[in-house]
């Protein structure tokens, strides 16, 4: 066979595709010097395997730095939660207070996440992450002096402005990891950083039983445990600019310098963004994935406590647990979105994630309809591990939208979520005459239903759930219009075509075509 035709054996397909003539040196790559890491790299130099325990720069330590600062924006954020019943004593809050101060909650980052998107395309998710996580320090400490209703609402709504530390992780996990193992390696991050949502259910009641038994009254007690987590903002804050770097070759600015990554114009990386359908599609479908997260981290600890007349401690733990199940659930789904695609190509992913988030609809329909402490704990359970999957499978698929608008899609899907989550505690769980039983029946529905527009994502270079590829096309043709003609003579789009050809692993199984790529 002429070497024409030697496939790379490393993107899993049949060795049968053209080397492409106009495949250059990554622009992501310094042509001064040879660059060495721990861990093996394709040719955008992005890890192609995954060590969990593993602290090898760069690539393990962005990890480790990108989902601990998650986390930690995920406890502040509802570090409030497991603590209702008490604030609520100490501020007279009524039912629509609490729905309110949960809107406001998730509300807050609609607009961060839309933002850090664009940061991170232009600037890099080091300054972004580490910039916001310390400027939302100040509204934690606040909640500590918070004495009205509508102050507690307002410091809610500034702390949600953190969780755009989201679109910063999952962007820098798609800089760093070659696509074969994004999935797991997304959903890992995200979903160990979630875990702060299960975490903080336990970490703060525990925080105020210790304070309390210091001698504090209850309602001095729960504002001296927001200190905690303030103090957890500032130091992750300063390691992620200390330790954190926005590229394998190094930080975006200084690359750029370089001339080794080329300087993006902002309307063309938001234009390239809004005007591919895919994207909106997926703003629906983490609407109701991370949104229904999101809105249960809000309501499961009350739940409990009201529906089986529980202990704030028991229900604390029971409501922990629905965020606990995002040390394996996330990761799961992602693992399980790589896996699919190993077999099916994209089409494996799109059908993973149609299942699992429908999965997590129809047992948070059950849940809302339990009758006992024992099934109502199954279901919610069953519930969030499909729910949360889903979210790891979403991120499985968002990579392969846009190469040069990853930054902005990853944004928007992220919004998505906290439009989601913020729509359906409005509709579903303000009104005091609705339980919250019958919300989460509600928003279940409204879960199925939203997850049925997964069948009309079609990449014409790899298929949908039921169509096949379109014939004659490969993946150089989708990622090249990403460029114009005029950019693509200024060699814009180089990093493309080197991540085109490390996405033929989206083929699957299939046998690929001998099809002439598009010139530079």
Not at 119 to 141: E, H, K, Q, S
Not at 316 to 322: E, K, L, N, P, Q
Not at 459 to 484: D, N, R
Request: charged fraction near 15%; aromatic fraction near 12%; hydrophobic fraction near 45%.
């Amino acid at each position: 066979m002429s070497s024409e035709f030697g496939g790379s054996p490393g993107h899993g397909v049949t060795g049968r595709e053209p080397m492409l003539a106009f495949s250059v040196a990554s622009p992501m790559r310094s042509n001064n010097k040879v660059v060495k890491f721990d861990l093996p790299v394709d040719s955008e130099h992005k890890a192609k395997k995954f060590k969990l325990f593993s602290f090898a720069n760069p690539h393990m330590r962005t990890f480790h730095l990108s989902w601990i600062s998650f986390f930690t924006c995920f406890v502040s954020m509802f570090a409030a939660a497991p603590l209702v019943p008490i604030i609520r004593d100490n501020l007279n809050l009524t039912k629509s207070d609490i729905g309110n101060a949960g809107v406001a909650s998730v509300s807050g980052s609609i607009v961060s996440r839309l933002v850090m998107g664009a940061v991170c395309d232009l600037l890099g998710p080091r300054y972004g992450c580490a910039v916001l996580i310390m400027l939302t320090a100040p509204p934690v400490f606040c909640m500590s002096f918070v004495s009205s209703a509508g102050g507690y609402v307002v410091v809610r709504f500034m702390i949600g402005f953190a969780l755009a530390t989201f679109v910063s992780c999952q962007y820098w996990m798609s800089t760093m990891f070659n696509g074969q193992i994004i999935g797991l390696v997304n959903g890992t991050a995200a979903g160990w950083g979630n875990m702060g949502g299960g975490a903080t259910q336990l970490l703060m009641p525990v925080l105020f039983a210790i304070i309390k038994s210091a001698g504090y009254t209850a309602f001095t007690a729960w504002r001296i445990a927001f200190f905690v987590p303030g103090w957890l903002h500032v130091i992750m804050g300063i390691l992620v600019l200390t330790l954190g770097q926005d590229l394998p070759d190094g930080n975006l600015g200084d690359l750029q310098k370089k001339g080794d990554v080329a300087t993006d114009k902002f309307g063309r990386v938001v234009w390239n963004a809004v005007t591919n359908y895919r994207t909106w599609i997926f703003v629906l479908l983490y609407g109701y994935s991370m949104g229904v997260e999101l809105t249960t981290d809000n309501v499961i600890a009350e739940y409990f406590y009201d529906r089986f007349d529980l202990k704030l401690h028991t229900a604390g733990v029971i409501a922990a647990t629905f965020g606990m199940v995002n040390l394996v659930a996330r990761s799961f789904g992602g693992f399980a979105s790589d896996y699919m695609a190993q077999h099916f190509g994209m089409r494996g992913r799109l059908w993973n994630l149609w299942i699992l988030q429908t999965m997590g609809g129809v047992f948070c329909i059950l849940l809302g309809n339990a009758a006992s402490l024992s099934l109502a704990i199954t279901f919610m359970i069953i519930f969030s591990f499909g729910a949360q999957a889903a979210c790891g499978a979403t991120f499985g698929v968002v990579p392969f939208i846009s190469r040069r608008s990853l930054g902005i899609v990853s944004g928007l899907t992220g919004a998505g979520g906290n439009i989601g989550s913020g729509l359906t505690q409005l509709f579903f769980f303000t009104n005091p005459d609705r339980s919250t039983g019958t919300g989460l029946i509600y928003m279940g529905i409204l879960t199925v239903v939203c997850t049925i527009p997964v069948a009309f994502i079609h990449f014409p270079q790899w298929g949908s759930m039921f169509l096949p590829a379109s014939k004659g096309l490969v993946e150089e043709h989708y990622y090249i219009k990403e460029y114009s003609k005029e950019e693509r003579e200024k060699n814009m789009h180089a990093g493309n075509m080197k991540f085109a050809e490390n996405c033929r692993s989206e083929r699957g199984n299939r046998e690929g075509s001998v099809v002439k790529p598009p010139h530079a």
